[in-house]
């Protein structure tokens, strides 16, 4: 990718003029893009000639692929309460690398996101930083104490406009109180976002229950824990008409469940990480506590099972689940250690790696699990959008061809925790632009947006 | 070898080398001067983040006899409430020129954090990881077993490994490191194994296991098993609904006075095992632990000279006397 500037582009309220010359929206035919002031202006081959003025930024794309700029819909930024793990700012870098256009904060922060405060703090702390859209979910319950539904209304008509509410960590389990958010949510049209884990089933669980626990003597995380969970809120969804959303699903019998519950037409959706499309459970026997994450890594079996899911649509999105933590949190004994693994800046070469590159998805899919559909189950306004003219200038400029060696040390994110360290994934983010602006360039961070801190 | 960690990655000629080695060494107990001079000067430290007084003394006195010094590091409790971490504690031990650390750990894996992260280069010996493995303990098992055998057949124990025989372990398979080392040991040596348990007590996911799984006490023993192992039952488990009453385990899965009489009716030359300490009257009935059959007491000599072939083995280097 060149990046010539003709002149010094004028930013006079606006966030300038960059024409994307021979991209590929959606890894289709190649085309150019005008992006002007936030805005995508025009999409054609040929606007060059005319379009180019002394004010347009031209980057030379090679047939990279465009995409809509990525949603995740499930990212643990860490503040309040653990900015040592990660903070608004550095893991708002890290999605914007990553080729994040929003993120969804997850409540699990301390104090935990179950005011109108708390949430409007983060919101605002997202909007300070610039990097990326960052969209606050509210707690279920207060504290995620799984007791008592949090001020759920308050969050939604605050400044934050929540939407999306999780105890995520930790699963509404009390089967009542989960009917009772599924209901009150409908008020507002939001969705309550199950993080599916059985308590009692998964007492003290460290891994996957199956061969490789049986070996190693942790305590197993049965696959049932979750699918019960699953079973039982996809019937509750149904019973009283609301739509629930599906956390890091993670094994095949879940996949069955959620493909059983459509089927019947309970409006759920589905997510899987990317790190439950690619590792095993048979990492667990380095007891290296970079593969500890909640849901934890299942067999091969259900890593097969979760991307035929993603490819028949059964599984609606990805989000990483991005769960920074300290190194002296990782680099202890396995059961001491923290559950959690980073993930914003290596989602999009893991989803290549394993769902393109093997066949089973298009990159229009990708657009759609990685983008569209996010969005839209968090009713996220100006992402997820087509590549058209008039819409938000949200994009990512993705070259598939790239090669890196993941190297954590190199991570915009605070986290160190990666587990693909070492390995050799395909594709590299170029370029990502937020609102117009170009967070990322050349695969680096240049400034937030013009308009960060000022509004 | 430079540590040793598990059985499961123990081959038939690694386990053999130990076994005879420790042969040699049970001959030192022997002797009225008890000693070798063969780790003079190097130093064994006793890392133990669990209680068990008698794995400890165990590693203790073979470090001893072959004249180590010995450093006892007792952590009560997990090494996070007390509020260092398991690698501050282990380079600590290290900047005292530790040769060698034997680990007893609550945690799966702790030792093979020690010896693959780097933190420390002396040689890790597991003395009990969680759930996970105690290779000393099936080491002197089969040491046991090797024994056993050369009684009864008036043959030789050295270069000898267990093809042909058959051993039944009773009980708590799930949370048993014992159980898991012996299943690997014992069949890497030629052994068959078999494994009864209420299956409660029993994991997921044995299938790929090369032990058979019965439930049924009696079926096992009539097989005249060469021996027959009793695990330790933490009586706690029963308040977890693992069984619903000591009297109930005893009745089905303890090794009660009426199965002694049934094995010596048969004429079985069945050896009685228990890694202690014992629990009478619940997996184990007092006739049992106390006949002649009951290879308890030469189990903890075994340990001893097990120990002390490991330690020679890791810091010399070399199987020869």
Avoid at chain 2, 120 to 127: H, K, P, R, S, T
Wanted: net charge negative.
């Amino acid at each position: 990718m060149n990046t010539q500037t003709t002149e010094t582009r004028e930013t006079t309220g606006g966030t300038g003029r960059w024409l994307l010359k021979g991209v590929s929206p959606l890894g289709e035919e190649a085309t150019d893009v005008l992006v002007v002031d936030g805005l995508i202006a025009q999409v054609g081959a040929g606007l060059s000639d005319d379009d180019l003025d002394e004010r347009t930024t031209v980057i030379e794309c090679g047939g990279q692929i465009l995409l809509p700029g990525l949603v995740d819909i499930h990212t643990h930024l860490r503040e309040p309460g653990r900015e040592d793990a990660e903070t608004v700012e550095t893991g708002t870098r890290a999605a914007a690398k990553g080729g994040y256009t929003a993120v969804f904060a997850m409540a699990n922060s301390n104090p935990v996101a179950d005011t109108a405060g708390v949430v409007e703090q983060v919101w605002g702390l997202g909007r300070d930083a610039g990097w990326t859209q960052v969209q606050p979910i509210g707690a279920v319950t207060v504290g995620l104490g799984g007791k008592q539904l949090a001020e759920i209304g308050a969050m939604a008509e605050s400044r934050a406009q929540v939407r999306v509410f999780s105890d995520d960590g930790k699963c509404v389990y009390d089967p009542l109180l989960m009917r009772r958010a599924l209901e009150y949510v409908k008020t507002f049209d939001g969705v309550v976002a199950q993080h599916a884990q059985e308590p009692r089933l998964t007492e003290d669980a460290q891994m996957n229950e199956g061969t490789v626990s049986a070996d190693l003597g942790l305590t197993g995380w049965p696959a049932v824990a979750e699918e019960a969970i699953i079973a039982r809120d996809v019937l509750l969804a149904q019973h009283v008409g609301s739509r629930v959303h599906i956390c890091h699903l993670s094994t095949k019998g879940s996949v069955e469940l959620i493909r059983w519950a459509k089927e019947r037409g309970v409006d759920v959706t589905a997510e899987v990480t990317p790190h439950h499309l690619l590792l095993t459970d048979e990492l667990v026997r380095t007891f290296d506590p970079v593969y500890k994450v909640n849901p934890p890594l299942r067999t091969d079996e259900d890593v097969q099972a979760v991307r035929a899911a993603v490819a028949d649509g059964t599984i609606d999105v990805v989000g990483t689940d991005h769960a920074p933590h300290p190194t002296e949190d990782k680099e202890c004994e396995w059961t001491c250690a923290a559950m959690g693994m980073t993930g914003l800046e290596t989602a999009l070469s893991v989803v290549q790696h394993t769902l393109v590159d093997t066949g089973a998805i298009t990159w229009r899919d990708v657009a759609r699990i990685m983008s569209r559909t996010p969005a839209e189950i968090g009713r996220l306004r100006g992402q997820g959008r087509p590549i058209e003219p008039g819409e938000p200038a949200n994009l990512v400029l993705f070259d598939p061809a790239a090669e890196t060696v993941v190297d954590p040390a190199t991570h915009a994110s605070k986290g160190r925790n990666s587990p693909y360290r070492g390995l050799r994934l395909p594709g590299a983010v170029k370029a990502t632009f937020f609102q117009g602006h170009p967070v990322v360039l050349d695969g680096a961070l240049t400034q937030p947006h013009p308009a960060a801190g000022g509004r | 070898m430079k540590h040793l960690l598990s059985t499961q990655e123990l081959t038939r000629d690694e386990a053999i080398a130990i076994l005879d080695t420790a042969d040699r060494m049970a001959e030192v107990g022997q002797q009225s001067v008890k000693k070798l001079p063969a780790l003079r000067g190097r130093t064994v430290v006793n890392l133990f983040f669990e209680d068990s007084t008698r794995t400890r003394i165990s590693f203790e006195t073979a470090a001893k006899r072959l004249s180590a010094d010995v450093i006892n590091f007792s952590a009560k409790g997990s090494s996070v409430s007390k509020g260092e971490s398991l690698k501050d504690t282990a380079q600590t031990l290290m900047a005292m020129n530790a040769d060698a650390v034997v680990i007893r750990h609550g945690t799966s894996g702790a030792p093979q954090r020690l010896a693959t992260t780097g933190w420390i280069d002396a040689a890790v010996l597991n003395a009990g990881d969680g759930k996970h493995e105690h290779p000393t303990q099936a080491l002197l098992d089969v040491m046991t077993l090797r024994q056993h055998r050369a009684n009864l057949t008036g043959g030789e124990t050295q270069g000898t490994d267990l093809e042909g025989m058959h051993v039944v372990i009773v009980g708590d398979i799930l949370h048993s490191r014992v159980a898991r080392s012996n299943m690997w040991l014992l069949t890497t040596l030629g052994a068959r194994v078999t494994f009864v348990a209420p299956p409660t007590l029993l994991p997921v996911g044995t299938q790929h296991w090369p032990a058979r799984i019965v439930f049924d006490l009696d079926e096992a023993l009539a097989e005249n098993p060469d021996a027959v192992m009793l695990l330790r039952v933490q009586r706690e488990r029963m308040h977890a609904a693992f069984f619903p009453s000591e009297a109930e385990y005893a009745r089905w899965w303890g090794l009660t006075p009426e199965r002694l009489d049934a094995l010596d009716r048969a004429g079985a030359t069945t050896a009685i095992m228990h890694p202690g300490p014992m629990n009478r009257g619940l997996e184990i009935s007092s006739e049992a632990a106390d006949s002649p059959r009951s290879t308890v007491l030469r189990q903890v000599s075994n340990g001893v000279a097990v120990r002390m072939a490991c330690l020679y083995l890791l810091l010399t280097g070399d199987d020869a006397q």
